[in-house]
């Protein structure tokens, strides 16, 4: 019974400082809200986009390059050059970084968003369709 216990305890233990090891792995730096409207579902030399990755990095490239901002727009630190929105736009296709739904609406809408970003991911949720 008493080595069950010790075993049990040391498993809960390993257990917790993993997951303390993987969240912090991918510390977050902050977020922004943005607006995805019609303007950030054309790409730069003006043919339409078709994916929301796409039109989340064209948002980014519309505030720091363009200048043409939303009124919901705000900024952000971490993607002001092309570089940094490629970047954007890698992280934005892996899975968990936009639920299905999250992609429909960006598509085939213009909702608020929310990009929270992290070291190594970031996450889109929608804050008004």
Do not use: C
């Not at 912090?24 to 950030?40: E, P, Q």
């Not at 901002?69 to 992280?91: K, S, V």
């Not at 296709?93 to 429909?104: D, F, I």
């Amino acid at each position: 019974m008493r080595i069950s216990k010790t075993v049990t305890v040391a498993g809960l233990l390993l257990a917790s400082l993993l997951g303390a090891n993987a969240a912090h792995a991918d510390d977050m730096l902050g977020s922004y809200v943005a607006r995805i409207s019609d303007r950030d579902h054309q790409a730069s030399d003006g043919y339409a986009l078709d994916g929301a990755a796409q039109m989340v990095r064209q948002d980014r490239a519309n505030w720091h390059k363009f200048h043409r901002r939303d009124r919901d727009d705000q900024g952000d630190d971490w993607f002001r050059t092309n570089d940094e929105r490629a970047d954007l736009q890698r992280m934005l296709e892996r899975p968990g970084a936009m639920s299905s739904s999250t992609r429909r609406a960006i598509v085939n809408g213009e909702p608020l968003i929310q990009v929270d970003v992290y070291e190594n991911s970031v996450r889109v949720s929608i804050l008004e369709d």
